[in-house]
């Protein structure tokens, strides 16, 4: 394994993640709510009377925060080596497999591990895992 000392950014990714965990905290706080953004699309996607414009805000902030960002600095360059089908497939997996853990990554390892939820510690190490799993084989045994 090789780093890229020129792009290791350690301050920026812990900055990033003090915002992410500080942004998960507080919207627990002032909002009772958990920040998994499977189960915030979702109830778009179902919607029940009083609750979607909190969740559209939510979700536009999403999309938004990047758009604004990159009015004042340089959004990096987006480089993915995998063809459409592979991209496709992938997306699908991750939905099924956050409908069967009853919630993502941001729900159970942001906030839930926080929690010291043991569902979420759990579902934490299983996704983990399985990520660990897929990159050992496709890099190492199919060598893709």
């Given amino acids: 394994m090789n780093i890229d000392w020129n792009h290791f950014t350690p301050w920026s990714s812990l900055a990033g993640g003090a915002l992410i965990g500080l942004a998960a905290a507080l919207f ?5 709510r ?6 915030v699309l979702g109830g778009l996607l179902k919607p ?3 609750d979607i414009a909190w969740r559209a805000a939510f979700v536009l902030g999403l999309v938004g925060a990047p758009l604004v960002y990159g009015l004042f600095a340089g959004l990096p360059v ?3 080596d995998a063809d459409y089908a592979a991209l496709i497939a992938a ?3 991750v939905g099924v497999g956050t409908r069967y853990g009853s919630g993502c990554t ?6 839930g591990v926080a929690r010291l ?9 299983c996704f983990m895992a399985a990520g660990f799993a897929s990159v050992f084989v496709i890099r190492h045994l199919l060598k893709i």
Avoid at 34 to 39: F, L
Avoid at 117 to 125: M, Y
């Fill in 34 to 39: 958990i920040a998994g953004i499977s189960g």
């Fill in 28 to 32: 627990l706080l002032l909002n009772g």
């Fill in 117 to 125: 939820s043991p569902r979420s510690l759990v579902a934490t190490a």
């Fill in 48 to 50: 029940v009377g009083g």
């Fill in 106 to 111: 941001s729900g159970h390892g942001v906030c």
């Fill in 91 to 93: 997306g699908l997996l």
């Fill in 78 to 80: 987006l480089q993915i």
